[in-house]
């Protein structure tokens, strides 16, 4: 099956700076890579999503990247705010989705 | 995307015992999944809830532990039976929407077994 790894674990910035989570992925047939955001409390949402045939998508100071080659996928916070503080995963689609461990987004008034 | 609600939202419950967690959507959807969150980890999908039909399990979850029910296409349950201490976890079911069947999630039920 499919094997997602995601870095860092935990990720601390100030505010107005910019974060990058990072994750790759074992199966080149995956072709379909979501984001997810997860405040304490709450079910993940999500918050971009990126297809195979792409290989950027922005959303406002969100953005996706995606290097198929290299098997790995990116994404791009920029000029951080407390609200972004929240656990953020990364997936990928292979007949089910398989998501990566979470990074701790804590953003630094 | 579906507006999708769970009850209960916590509950604390004692080893030996079952809850049954309910998952409401208000819109009619085709595929329901139930997954685990265990405590500051990631997710895991327990099973795909079909409508009239047994659910769908994955590796290392079994029916006898996790039954689950799908009368129509906006609710399902999910039971986890004979609790144990190691069941306590996030409960969370979500609806597949697009495409790509892009996973909604509920908020959430958040177990404790003592």
């Known amino acids: 099956g499919e094997n997602v790894e995601q870095h860092p674990s935990t990720l601390s910035v100030q505010e107005g700076d910019s974060a990058v989570i990072k994750c790759t992925y074992s199966?080149?047939?995956?072709?379909?890579f979501p984001w997810y955001k997860q405040e304490l409390g709450k079910g993940p949402q999500l918050i971009i999503d990126i297809r195979s045939n792409v290989g950027e998508k922005k959303d406002q100071r969100i953005a996706v990247t995606l290097n198929k080659t290299a098997k790995h996928f990116s994404l791009h916070i920029t000029e951080t705010q407390p609200e972004d503080s929240a656990v953020y995963f990364c997936?990928?689609?292979?007949?089910?989705?398989?998501f990566g461990s979470g990074t701790k987004l804590n953003v630094k008034p | 995307s579906a507006v999708i609600s769970q009850k209960p939202s916590r509950d604390i419950c004692q080893r030996g015992t079952s809850l049954t967690i309910q998952c409401q959507v208000d819109s009619q959807v085709t595929m329901m999944f139930w997954y685990r969150q265990q405590p500051g980890q990631s997710l895991t999908l327990i099973a795909t809830a079909n409508q009239g039909s047994e659910a769908t399990y994955e590796s290392g979850f079994v029916i006898d532990k996790f039954p689950i029910s799908r009368p129509n296409l906006t609710f399902s349950t999910l039971t986890v039976s004979n609790m144990s201490p190691e069941d306590s976890s996030i409960y969370l079911c979500s609806v597949g929407e697009g495409r790509d069947y892009e996973q909604y999630f509920g908020p959430g039920t958040r177990l404790t077994v003592t």
């Open positions: 199966d080149s047939a995956s072709n379909y």
């Open positions: 997936a990928a689609l292979f007949n089910k989705f398989y």
